[in-house]
């Protein structure tokens, strides 16, 4: 092992309990040990996602949020007996890898809970609410500290939690918590005064009106994770750990605004010198970890950085912090590795948390101790199968209802939380297969293949492997997808896949000799008649070929491709401009609001011309002409105009019981479709 990452692997404690190592699995919606959104009961999915991790050297484990309170049926944690035993007789196995377990414990997400459009009519509507009520109570699990919107539609507003239940969620923290000890659990971790849910919004003066003891002063602001933490060690003893989830300062400027990197502005949730009050507040009340980041859901960018945060961006704000308490101090958000050893090393930070990189390569703590970080399958940060919730202007969340319930799932390893659905099952009839196109979907292919014993060999028309994703890693800042094309590079020479470059097949019934084929040729920019559409240039020519452009870029569409290439045209000091077509930029499913929200909140502070519900009618030399929402056309000058108005489906060939289709040509999607549809085709061959 290189010695940089020395420091990841000393020992360290919170509280009495020993830690293995410095390196923390935060927790991951979906990875929930008593499940997600439906009724608790232990869930041998997260089990076994979790034994695995600790087997693969996780010092500490964290599973999901546990919401005290199961939101479908209303039944408290506590209740199920059942479950606790389970998690009793599984607890031995987990503790043979040397790993500590801290069960996270949510009070709720209130005015944060991601509604859907259901959701969104039982609020509006009493009478389907209290039809509803016995499945779902929506009012509880919205409920907040005061009446405040919801961030995923601020047409309904949360209802104040009454003392009573806030009574109630104490004790139940107790009570959950002593069980979890008596079944051999390490320690809890309470979500949160983190991230702007429940919790904090009592804590956050602009999220709290209340006049009784649980708003106005900070004693009153901060009671309620207080009383939690109070009642778990009354329940548990002092010597039981209890982790603080815990978001140092907010990055929020209002209502669904937050801060980017770099911007000026005034704080409208917990600002620093509040928080280097709380922390020490909290602290004396019986924490005894805080596990940190920024950010709130109006700046989730901050607690789910996407690859256009830099990394570890949390890391001065929490190091500040660390100088307020006397306890173990944990970082999220983007941490690279080699720099938390460096931290760690020096005495700044206690150690690291590491989330989503525990989904794409469950063994990417063992090959940094064996050397082998080049084997390393990087997470590139899409949120595109962990915590795809998106939304976008006058939308709840739009999220597949089955992603809804099943969140943590990962784009680019199928089998993360799904590993009895996505299974490597050797064949016993090996067959030749023809892969047509080598971009990531071929590759994938091809790599399924040859773990399943098949024999594939890759046809790719251009003289590297990679696809349209070369496109789509091309931006400054989107290094970790360059590291993801490089890794797949290296696996297909590792595992001795033939390729055949330069070599472009029209119609599988060319390829002779083989048993099956496979088409993985993507997909093409789509096209319009309109008078100089062929002036546009492609999105490859513009980040690849690098085609010269003027100061002013105009994109026609607003999707994700274009956002992201006129924030990389910003890095480089021109002046881009979008003209699209729906009422907000990126308005489409399964792209995670994290990331379309920073894309959105970042062109807004650049000052970027934005023309939302217009649409190009011409094209010239010098600019283009725009009609507007009122119908209304006016010109606007540009140097150049780029097609960002998607991609069409560009198969070879018919498919038949022989000729398979993957990726893009069958249907536009984005890398998680891409990866997930091989591994469905390839496991029938």
């Known amino acids: 092992m290189d010695e940089k990452y020395n420091a990841l692997f000393t020992p360290w404690k919170v509280g009495d309990v020993e830690i293995k190592n410095r390196i923390v699995q935060c927790s991951m919606g979906g990875t929930s040990l008593f499940g997600w959104m439906e009724p608790c009961h232990f869930d041998k999915e997260a089990a076994y996602f979790l034994l695995n991790r600790a087997q693969n050297g996780v010092g500490l484990v964290l599973p999901g949020m546990q919401c005290i309170r199961d939101a479908m049926g209303g039944r408290w944690l506590y209740q199920n007996d059942r479950m606790f035993k389970e998690l009793a007789d599984w607890m031995p196995e987990y503790h043979k890898t040397g790993s500590r377990l801290f069960i996270q414990l949510a009070a709720g997400m209130g005015r944060s809970m991601a509604i859907n459009g259901m959701m969104v009519k039982m609020l509006k509507n009493p009478t389907f609410a209290a039809i509803a009520k016995p499945v779902i109570d929506i009012s509880y699990i919205t409920a907040s500290a005061s009446a405040t919107p919801n961030r995923w539609y601020d047409d309904v507003k949360s209802r104040p939690m009454t003392v009573e239940e806030i009574h109630q969620q104490v004790e139940a923290f107790g009570k959950t918590a002593k069980k979890l000890k008596d079944a051999g659990v390490d320690g809890v971790e309470i979500h949160a005064v983190h991230e702007g849910y429940l919790l904090d919004q009592f804590t956050i003066a602009n999220m709290n009106y209340r006049t009784d003891q649980y708003g106005g002063s900070f004693e009153n602001r901060y009671r309620f994770p207080v009383e939690i933490v109070q009642e778990i060690k009354k329940q548990c003893g002092d010597d039981f750990p209890v982790s603080l989830r815990y978001s140092v300062v907010s990055k929020t400027k209002g209502w669904g605004k937050g801060a980017v990197p770099g911007e000026d502005f005034e704080e409208f949730g917990r600002d620093m010198a509040e928080s280097e009050k709380a922390v020490k507040y909290l602290a004396d009340a019986g924490y005894d970890m805080f596990n940190c980041d920024n950010g709130t859901y109006d700046a989730w960018y901050w607690a789910h950085p996407p690859q256009y945060m830099p990394d570890n961006c949390n890391l001065d704000d929490v190091e500040h912090i660390r100088k307020f308490t006397d306890k173990p101090v944990v970082c999220a958000g983007r941490m690279d590795p080699v720099k938390a050893a460096e931290e760690i090393a020096a005495g700044r930070l206690d150690a690291v948390a590491i989330a989503r990189q525990n989904l794409v390569d469950p063994e990417w703590i063992v090959k940094i101790q064996e050397g082998r970080q080049q084997d390393i399958k990087p997470c590139i940060r ?256 540009c140097d150049n105009v780029v097609n960002g108005i998607g991609f069409v489906p560009a198969p070879v060939g018919p498919a038949n019981d022989h000729v398979h289709r993957v990726g893009d040509c069958v249907a536009i999607g984005n890398l998680r479709t891409v990866i997930w549809r091989a591994w469905d085709v390839c496991m029938k061959i």
């Not at 000799?513 to 008649?529: E, K, L, N, Q, Y």
């Not at 006129?566 to 308005?587: F, M, T």
């Open 382 to 637: 899409c949120h595109n199968g962990c915590f795809n919730m998106a939304k976008f202007k006058g939308t709840p969340n739009i999220q597949n209802f089955a992603d809804s319930m099943h969140l943590a799932r990962c784009a680019l390893n199928p089998t993360t939380m799904q590993h009895n659905r996505y299974k490597v099952v050797p064949t016993k009839h090996p067959k030749k297969v023809a892969i047509i196109g080598g971009g990531i979907g071929g590759m994938e292919c091809a790599l399924m293949l040859k773990q399943r014993g098949h024999t594939s060999v890759i046809f790719e028309k251009t003289d590297k492997l990679g696809g349209l994703f070369i496109t789509a890693s091309a931006m400054s800042f989107k290094e970790n997808d360059r590291d993801l094309i490089d890794w797949y590079r290296r696996e297909i020479a590792n595992q001795g896949i033939e390729v055949r470059f330069n070599t472009e097949i029209n119609d599988p019934n060319t390829l002779r000799g083989f048993d099956d084929v496979i088409v993985a040729t993507g997909s093409v920019p789509r096209t319009m008649p309109i008078p100089g559409f062929n002036k546009t240039m492609s999105f490859t020519e513009l980040m690849v070929d690098k085609k010269p452009v003027g100061d002013k870029v105009l994109f026609f569409g607003g999707g994700q491709s274009s956002c992201e290439a006129a924030y990389d045209l910003i890095l480089k000091g021109k002046h881009p401009i979008i003209v699209e077509y729906a009422p907000d930029l990126v308005a489409a499913q399964a792209t995670c609001l994290a990331n379309t929200s920073f894309l959105r909140d970042m062109l807004e502070f650049k000052k970027v011309p934005v023309y939302l519900e217009s649409t190009i009618t011409d094209i010239r030399d010098n600019g283009v002409t725009v009609r507007g929402k009122d119908g209304k056309t006016f010109d606007v000058e």
